[in-house]
């Protein structure tokens, strides 16, 4: 028995190994690397890149991702948990909307940014649509601002939060909130005082699944921020592309990750032991 | 069964054995060739080309810089010759196999980034400058039309810490490759302040957006520059007066070819009128090949967007890659602006 087991887990320990800790390692080795003359790395082995990671300058960046990742987070939970709930209730409709959710998967992510420019520029669809209806004289700027990288992150990452709600509100017993009713609770308290806390396993996992993916996110901000105001992603991606300064990009990332799982840890305390 | 399987085995062995079929392999920037440059060579030559393409220097360098990327032959530009060189990438050119060389125009003979093309023959080039909506009044013409408050935040910059800190340099009478921190300082103070006059930073994307009209004015190559004017005559391009940056990507053969005798084949090929005058009309810029130049129509001979006339090119400057320090200076800035 234990030997099946083992054979069973070995290919998801080989992916694991070979997918993740491998180039974690790689990851690891670079950021303590020095960068070459131009571009390149290798020896001498140090520290500096870290050190140069703690300047007030990518803390300032770190903070703007943050937030901007908490507001996307939030909007995502306050769009996806209606959703989630209507869905877990359409009986036979469940597969239709659930496919509906992540039909978008099935085009590049990058397509369908470009898309949202091609709906919110000056001369975009909508623009043109509330011109044309005599709602607004001169186009509503839209595009290439905070509001279009949240718009951006929320749009991207929304299925990541209906998913696991979905999933908790689907097995929730209904009998509890027909029991909550049948002791005097108005749908609004049997909503608060037993369905929202019954799927908070649920919203810990969606938020843990947008926001992470959020912190890192470097495609909104460069397309739909117009590069304007930059994420730690960005800083990360630059790192690797004009600045030609992978040590130093591989530090960033390394610290970003552990920053990242402190947070996690502390937020959700003893309960990150259902996530991790 | 098994017998046949084993035999058959063999067979496949001696086959694998038997000298490797002549390829080579090129690596070229993407939409950067004509339809035909390399089925032609192939027919005239009998030999396959493997053809790949990249979208950033980067992707190529992150490959080639091992010495056992595969690669015959890459196309990087002006830039990277001299950093490829000495990283000892590159293998020297044997101008005797490369007749067709003396199709270049005299100053493509003895460019800056690699004197007397021991390394490299250059491609194609082109220039960083201002593409422009006619109805702006006047008309920009350089660089500091980008501090001014004149066209409603309906203006951009390319997303390229290079091409940003060249405009502010050349309009403070710097280089456009200058590494010292006082002038990264001034270029840094003067982008932050004008940033607030910028709708994005944006690259070659920005063209659709000069074209339908949201932009009015952009910084953007000089091929894209033509592209857009082609679509929209309303449209005008401008060479800043302060100055402005040169790029050219050159053709090199990698240290680690295993077919130099073919790839300078193909590269004297590339340089053959024909096929050069060819590559530019399909990509739409300017080749440094004055034999091919002659071949093209007259307009778009004399187009004196991809073509500036002397007096203008003459304020061109050539990137250069910074050293280590340098490029870290402006990455730090280039943070700092981008987060202001």
Known sequence: MNRLRTWFLAPAATVTVVLF????????????????????????????????????????????????SAVSTALCLTLGLP???????????????????????????LVRIYAWIFLLRDTGLVNAFLQKL????????????????ILGLVYGYLPFMVLPLYATLERLDPFLIEAAADLGARPATAFWKVTLPLCAPGIRAGAVLVFIPCLGAFLVPDLLGGGKSIMIGNVVQNQFTTARDWPFGAALSLVLMALVMLALLAALGRRSEDLL | MRRRLFLMGVAGAAGCSRARERRLYVYNWSFYIAKETVPRFERETGVEVRYR???????????????????????????????????????????????????????????????????????????????????????????????????????????????????????????????????????KRDLIAAKPLLRAFISADVRDQVVAGDVLMAQIWAQMGRLAVNERRDLGFAYPAEGFALYCDNVVILRESREPELAHRFLDYLLRPDVSAEIAQAVTTATPNAAARRLLPVEAREDPILYPPPDVAARGEWYRSLPAAGQRLRDRAWTEIKSS
């Open chain 2, 53 to 187: 393409t990249f979208e950033s220097a980067e992707e190529m360098l992150a490959k080639v810089s091992a010495g056992n990327s595969g690669w015959d032959i890459v196309i990087p530009s002006n830039a990277f010759v001299a950093p490829m060189r000495e990283q000892g990438l590159l293998a020297p050119l044997d101008h005797a196999r490369l007749p067709n060389l003396g199709n270049l125009e005299d100053r493509f003979r003895d460019p800056a980034w690699d004197p007397g093309l021991g390394y490299s023959i250059p491609y194609m080039y082109g220039a960083t400058g201002i593409l422009y909506n006619r109805s702006v009044r006047p008309e920009p013409r350089g660089w500091a039309d980008f501090w001014q408050d004149r066209y409603g935040r309906r203006v951009t910059m390319m997303d390229d810490p290079s091409e940003v800190f060249a405009a502010a340099l050349k309009r403070a009478g710097h280089s456009v490759n200058s590494d010292a921190a006082g002038e990264i300082d001034e270029a």
């Open chain 1, 134 to 149: 005599g709602v607004i004289h001169d186009p509503l700027p839209m595009l290439y601002n905070d509001g279009a990288v």
């Open chain 1, 21 to 68: 800790l491998i180039p974690l390692t790689v990851i690891l080795g670079y950021s303590a690397m020095t960068r070459g003359a131009y571009f390149g790395l290798g020896p001498p082995w140090t520290l500096a890149n870290y050190a140069r990671v703690f300047d007030p300058l990518y803390g300032a960046v770190l903070w703007r991702s943050f937030v901007l």
């Open chain 1, 83 to 109: 959703l989630a709930l209507f869905i877990s209730r359409s009986g036979k409709r469940r597969n239709l909307y659930l496919n509906l959710v992540m039909l978008p998967f099935w085009t590049s992510f």
